[in-house]
C-alpha cells in the first residue's frame, strides 16, 4: 500500500511512523509513506503563503485552495495507482476500525491535513472522504492522519505477530475485547480466571466470548446495534435484551 500525506508540517511524522511496529513494516515494504510539505507548492513570494484571512472576517487563517489543489494533483501523478482522498477534518464522519479495515483494501490513500483556522470550503471537492477523530478540535490534522494510518497499518498482511491477532481485538466483530490476562495467576489478591488455566481451548474461547458481549454491554451499548445480527440467542440474553428484541437505549 502506497500512503501520501499533505502537510505543512511534515516533521511531525517520522518519529511516530518510524517507531516500532510502523518502521518495522515500513522497512520490510508493507508500505510506502511519503509525507509532502505543503509549502512546496505555496504562492510565490518570500512567505511561501498557504493560508489567508476568511472572507466575511473572523478569527484565525484558513488554508487556500491552490496550493492545496496543486499539491494533490502533483502527489497523484506520482504514482499510477489513483489515491483514495480523504480530508481529515472535525466535520468528517467518525472515523472507526470499520473504516480501518475499508481503507487497508485498498492500494492507495492520500491523507489531506487541515491546520490554522481550517481550510476553504472548495478544498472539500478534492476529498473522496471526509473523517474525523473524535468530537473534539484538534489544532491540525496531523495527529489524526497518524491516527488514520496507524490503525490502517495494523491490518496490512505481515504487520501483527500472528496472522489473526487483529480479529479478535476490540471492534473487529463489533463488540469489545474480552479481558486478557498474564502471568502471574495470582496478584495481591487478584487471581486469574480459573477457566483460563485450564488449557480447554473450548472452554476458553466460550468464556472470553461470554465476556465480550458483558463487557461491550456493560461500557458500549450503542455498539450492540450494529453487532445484534451477529449475537446467537443466549449471547443477546447475556446482552440485557430479550431474545428478539434489543436492549434499550442501543
Ligand atoms: C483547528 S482545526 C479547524 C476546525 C474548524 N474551524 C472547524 O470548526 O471545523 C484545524 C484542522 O485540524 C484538523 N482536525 C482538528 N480536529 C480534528 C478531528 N477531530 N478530526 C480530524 N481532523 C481534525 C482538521 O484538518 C482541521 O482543518
Known amino acids: 500500500m502506497r500512503i ?23 522497512r520490510k ?3 510506502e509513506l511519503h509525507v509532502h510539505d505543503l509549502r512546496r507548492w505555496a504562492l510565490p513570494g518570500v512567505h511561501r503563503q498557504v493560508d489567508d484571512a476568511p472572507y466575511g ?39 472507526s476500525e470499520g473504516r480501518a479495515q475499508q481503507i487497508a483494501g485498498l492500494p492507495r490513500l492520500l491523507l489531506i491535513c487541515g491546520r490554522y483556522e481550517g481550510f476553504d470550503e472548495r478544498i472539500r471537492s478534492l476529498a473522496d472522504s471526509e473523517l474525523s477523530v473524535g468530537d473534539y478540535v484538534l489544532t491540525g ?11 490502517v497499518v ?13 480479529d479478535e481485538d476490540s471492534f473487529s466483530d463489533g ?5 486478557q490476562y498474564t502471568r502471574p495467576s495470582s496478584f495481591r489478591g487478584m487471581p486469574v480466571p480459573e477457566v483460563l488455566l485450564s488449557g480447554d481451548h473450548p472452554k476458553v474461547d466460550a468464556w472470553r466470548r461470554q465476556q465480550s458481549v458483558l463487557r461491550t454491554a ?11 445480527d451477529g449475537l446467537t440467542r443466549t449471547e443477546r440474553e447475556l446482552a440485557g435484551g430479550a431474545p428478539d428484541r434489543k436492549p434499550e437505549g442501543s
Do not use: N
Open 218 to 228: 456493560a461500557r458500549r451499548p450503542d455498539l450492540l446495534d450494529a453487532a445484534w
Open 141 to 151: 490534522g496531523e495527529l489524526p492522519a497518524m491516527v488514520v494510518i496507524d490503525s
Open 175 to 179: 463488540l469489545l475485547e474480552y479481558p
Open 29 to 31: 515494504g508493507v508500505f
Open 154 to 166: 495494523r491490518l496490512l498482511p505481515g504487520v501483527l505477530g500472528g496472522d489473526t491477532s487483529a
Open 57 to 95: 472576517g473572523g478569527a484565525g487563517m484558513v488554508l487556500r485552495p491552490e496550493p492545496v489543489f496543486d499539491a494533490v494533483e502533483a502527489v497523484t501523478k506520482l504514482d499510477d495507482r489513483p489515491p483514495y482522498v480523504v480530508l481529515l477534518t472535525p466535520q468528517g464522519s467518525m472515523f
Open 4 to 26: 501520501d500525506v499533505i502537510s505543512v508540517l511534515p516533521d511531525m511524522f517520522e518519529p511516530v511512523m518510524g517507531a516500532s511496529m510502523l518502521g518495522i513494516a515500513r
